[in-house]
């Protein structure tokens, strides 16, 4: 069966009632202008969604076709677009010879709107015999005077010579004349498109004789003489100096896109160092001028991709300052990637210059809200000088004394990366510890947050190794705790909050209401409201203190932990036994001070059991002394972090060796020399254009075997029994956006199934786009199909309904089949993604749709359990493979997602097996976030799905 082309989809609404055949005929037979204007609406939408006027194509033709109203004619001109034209058999319909008299007058209609739509519409025109007595008419538009019609009859020879050259077979040498005295620009932009398409030779000739005006043309012109220039010497590379000159001068047109074009083409054409530097200067400046993200974005990863050019790292390490000015764009995408490429292009020669300008940078951020999205940006700017700082230690030194500012900084996220920077510099560069423990000690009263004083506390006491930066830090610690023991300051400041209500209902607020006399001698009334100060010592209580009285006794804990490593090594070094028992002694008076606030009764909410046992601990670690705690405390935690920063360290390594490896070949891949590069040849010769396009409607470039499972029988749906009168099975064709179903249907009767017609509806976030058309089954004969489904956001649906026909002859009602449900499955739209653990936690905390799912599995092995989720789900596992690493009984993972829309699916995983249980099944949850509803459900709803399916055993 011939498919017909769709030229367009008009929606049709449901509720609407479909008029009756004679009903329209009246309508246009009687009807006046406006009711024939809506009887040719209907008959348009209904005819494109699929029903059937046979009868009305007369009436059309002898009472709608000879009206003169520009918006009829425009209807009449879709109308013939859908229509059938020929007989079962393939013969012209006779009708069609009074349409073509039609044409042929309003091709020399006097106004400019009729004909050249006319010409338009002949562009789709596929007839051959309707086409031939228009050709003369066709030719003489050429001369028309208005350019509408002008470039619109370029387009119609085009379009017909490309499919019947017979009708015209000299239309290049006619286009090529008419070229030569053309002025109008859109006229010449598409006569050269048709030379470009159907005569290289001819429009490169016309080039060769222009070449030195290309600058003065169009914008449109010019494009498509860019296409052209590249498409050239990408098949033939010789070429290329001829038109090298031409493309320089390009990127300085005004138009972005030709310059866009021009240097992408410029890169292809040569590699030469000033050709890299010219591209990227003309990238960077239309970064920072235009004014749509989207197209920042778009520029900005072809300055990235110039990366992959040979020769090109050497270039931009030279302009990487340049690049930088990107940085001055207030969209923290673009930023993010920016920052990304000049980390990569960061040399010994330019890394001075670099981290001068990021902290030029960060230092505007301090303590700004320009934007939204500032604090984040700082945050960026942090991660890049901590990369350069471990990369080139020579400029650690200078970023250290800016950095450690914003340990003090309102945006907790941007100080955690500062001391995360800090941990991992002190760590490898033993040189700056001195500098880093000072400058944490000069700040440490200013912080304002919770986890960075713990964090800061860690620093100090893992990297203190002299006695007086162990005696600045214990002097800094007894600041912030205030006057020692606590308890008595509690029960005072308990004692202050209880009388402050009796405070508040004494001092209430006044009104004073005084009379004065204006400047025109009239009496006015002035009343003011006098508000008492409220003075208490809540507000000026140590950091460190405040956070106890508030109940925050996790950082006792850290203070604690960290008094007992310090009190260690200050035994070790060389110092008066005197001092060292004195030291003790401070530090457990401090101890036993936060012992007993957290079991005092001015505290609201008192010590867990675990915060006392571990606090108790470190009591016992001060009261014993034992040599061996020195191991356990500083031994051990150096070995820890050690390896905690070395697993750290190779899991960017990997995802950066990934990302750089998915980019070569391997080595027993064929090498593709472009100058002998066959059809079948590498990606190297793949055009551009063409490519784009192809990814614009869903197709794939990608030609690897994907195994079994992603083959066409994987997706193939029976929707009928093989008993059944119609058998039917349908292949499940899912593109980015839409899905497709073919559908193969085989009549299994002898008798002919009259108006057969496959009736859809869909379940979910999916509507039905396309309804299939009725047809005819022969005995014994089948049928290919296609409907297409579009698919608005990731969520799981279903497609269903029935096969409806009428059996030849037979007097009963029609015969319906329903067919098996098609169920669209999410795991279609969801691919694995990284991202790190400071995106995740603000994730987390932003998306507000939860589903909790209870693991209810056979499986016994946590290990197995997570990696078939992970197999099942299309989910990454954001948790380090060493990190979950060892025989344990419970196992807790963060695992990311990203949906083909955009859409975040972030999971948490936390499993153990039930105590006591050796071969027990693996128990726990899933907490799975998400910003829709749909997205979250349906993932739940998958994983509720597999988690009782047995995973298939894998080699090793």
């Known amino acids: 069966m011939e498919e017909l082309n769709c030229f367009g989809l008009i929606a ?36 494109m969604a699929g029903e059937k006027f046979p009868g009305l194509l007369m009436h059309i033709i002898r009472f709608v076709l000879p009206e003169e109203d520009h918006f009829i004619k425009k209807l009449m001109l879709i109308y013939w677009e859908i229509v059938p034209k020929r007989r079962p058999n393939g013969t012209l319909l006779n009708e069609m010879i009074l349409v073509c008299n039609a044409f042929l007058k309003d091709l020399k209609h006097p106004n400019e709107f009729v004909c050249g739509s006319t010409l ?3 562009c789709k025109l596929d007839e051959k015999e309707l086409l031939q007595p228009l050709m003369p008419s066709i030719i003489s538009s050429l001369e028309h005077k208005h350019s509408y019609v002008r470039r619109n009859a370029v387009l119609a020879l085009c379009n017909i010579y490309r499919k019947h050259p017979s009708l015209i077979p000299d239309a290049t040498e006619i286009i090529a004349r008419y070229l030569e005295s053309e002025q109008d620009m859109s ?29 003065n043309f169009g914008e449109i012109l010019q494009l498509v003489i860019v296409e052209l220039i590249y498409k050239v010497c990408t098949a033939k590379p010789s070429e290329r100096s001829r038109f090298f000159r031409c493309i320089f001068s390009l990127l300085n047109s005004s ?32 970064i920072i001028k235009e004014s749509d993200n989207n197209v920042k974005l778009i520029v900005l990863d072809r300055l990235v991709g110039l990366r992959e050019v040979v020769g090109a790292v050497s270039v931009l390490q030279v302009v990487v300052m340049d690049i930088l000015r990107v940085l001055s ?17 960061v040399s010994q020669r330019n890394v001075t210059e670099i981290v001068d300008l990021l902290k030029k940078e960060l230092a505007k951020t301090h303590n700004t809200s320009e934007h939204e999205n500032m604090g984040r940006y700082r945050q960026l700017l942090i991660k890049t000088l901590h990369s350069c700082s471990i990369k080139f230690p020579n400029v650690a030194s200078s970023i250290i004394p800016m950095l450690v500012e914003f340990v003090s900084d309102q945006n907790e996220l941007a100080a955690l990366n500062v001391l995360e920077f800090l941990r991992e510099a ?71 909050k209880a009388a402050e209500p009796k405070a508040a209902t004494v001092k209430k607020p006044t009104t004073v209401t005084t009379t004065k006399i ?78 007993r606030l957290g079991k005092s009764s001015a505290i609201t909410k008192p010590l867990t059991d675990d915060e006392e046992n571990r606090i108790s601990l470190c009591l016992r670690a001060l009261s014993d002394r034992c040599p061996v705690l020195y191991d356990a405390y500083v031994s051990e935690s150096k070995k820890s972090t050690d390896y905690m920063l070395k697993v750290y360290s190779e899991e960017k390594a990997g995802t950066k060796r990934d990302q750089d490896h998915s980019h070569d070949a391997d080595y027993d891949v064929q090498t593709d020399f472009g100058s002998v590069l066959s059809s079948r040849g590498g990606d190297k010769a793949e055009d551009v254009f063409e490519v784009s396009f192809n990814r614009a409607v869903g197709k794939s470039s990608d030609k690897k075997d994907e195994g079994f499972d992603s083959t066409l029988l994987s997706k193939v749906s029976q929707l009928t029994g093989f008993s059944d009168p119609v058998y039917a099975e349908a292949y499940v064709h899912v593109n980015q956006f839409d899905i497709v179903l073919d559908v193969s249907m085989v009549n299994q009767t002898g008798d002919t199934l009259q108006n057969c017609t496959l009736e859809l509806a869909t379940i979910g976030d999916l509507k039905l786009v396309e309804k299939p058309s009725s047809f005819v089954l022969s005995p014994h004969d089948y049928i290919t199909i296609k409907a297409s489904v579009k698919v608005a956001s990731t969520e799981n649906g279903i497609i269903f309904g029935n096969i409806v026909y009428d059996v030849g002859g037979s007097q009963s009602d029609r015969n319906v089949i329903i067919i098996n449900d098609i169920h669209v499955d999410i795991m279609d739209y969801i691919v694995p993604a990284a991202c790190n653990l400071e995106d995740f936690r603000q994730m987390w905390a932003d998306f507000e749709w939860e589903n909790k799912v209870t693991v209810n599995t056979t499986l016994t092995d946590l290990h197995n359990y997570l990696e078939h989720l992970l197999r099942s789900t299309n989910m990454k596992c954001l948790t380090p493979a060493k990190t979950l690493e060892g025989d344990c009984n419970m196992l807790a993972a963060n695992l990311y997602a990203k949906s083909i829309f955009g859409e975040d699916a972030l999971a948490n995983v936390s499993i153990e ?44």
């Open 12 to 47: 049709v609404n449901p509720d609407q009632e479909t008029p009756s055949e004679m009903h329209l005929k009246q309508e246009l037979e009687k009807g006046d202008l406006k009711t024939k204007t809506e009887a040719m609406k209907k008959i348009i939408k209904l005819s």
């Open 120 to 122: 338009r519409f002949l």
């Open 187 to 215: 006229c010449r932009r598409n006569a050269f498109l048709m030379l470009t398409l159907n005569d290289r030779d001819k429009a490169l000739d016309y080039l060769s004789s222009c070449i030195d005006q290309v600058q």
């Open 255 to 286: 138009s972005s896109a030709v310059r866009y074009e021009a240097a992408g083409t410029l890169v292809i054409l040569s590699n030469s160092p000033s050709t890299i530097k010219a591209a990227a200067a003309c990238y960077i400046d239309l």
């Open 329 to 345: 764009v207030h969209d923290l995408e673009v930023q993010k990637k920016t920052l990304n490429l000049a980390l990569d292009l």
């Open 426 to 496: 002190v760590q490898k560069l033993i040189d700056l510890r001195p500098l880093v423990v000072e400058k944490l000690l000069e700040y440490f009263q200013s912080i304002g947050s919770l986890k960075v004083h713990r964090a800061t506390l860690w620093i100090l006491a893992e990297y203190a190794e002299t006695p007086q930066e162990i005696i600045a830090i214990v002097q800094e610690i007894r600041v912030g705790l205030g006057k020692i023991p606590f308890v008595d300051d509690a029960e005072e400041n308990d004692d202050d």
């Open 518 to 595: 204006t400047a025109d001698g009239t009496y006015a009334t002035e009343s003011s409201y006098l508000t008492p100060k409220v003075s208490g010592k809540a507000s000026h209580l140590p950091v460190l203190k405040k956070y106890m009285l508030d109940s925050d006794f996790s950082i006792s804990v850290c203070l604690a932990s960290s008094l007992v490593k310090l009190a260690l090594k200050f035994q070790t070094m060389k110092v008066d036994e005197s001092r060292i028992n004195g030291f003790f002694a401070e530090a457990m008076l401090i101890v036993t001070s936060m012992l």
């Open 913 to 956: 097996k039930p105590l006591g249980e050796n071969n027990g099944s693996v128990v726990g949850h899933i907490r799975i976030r998400a910003k829709t509803q749909g997205m979250a459900l349906s993932l739940g709803d998958k994983v509720n799905a597999i988690q009782r399916v047995m995973p298939k055993p894998t080699g090793v």
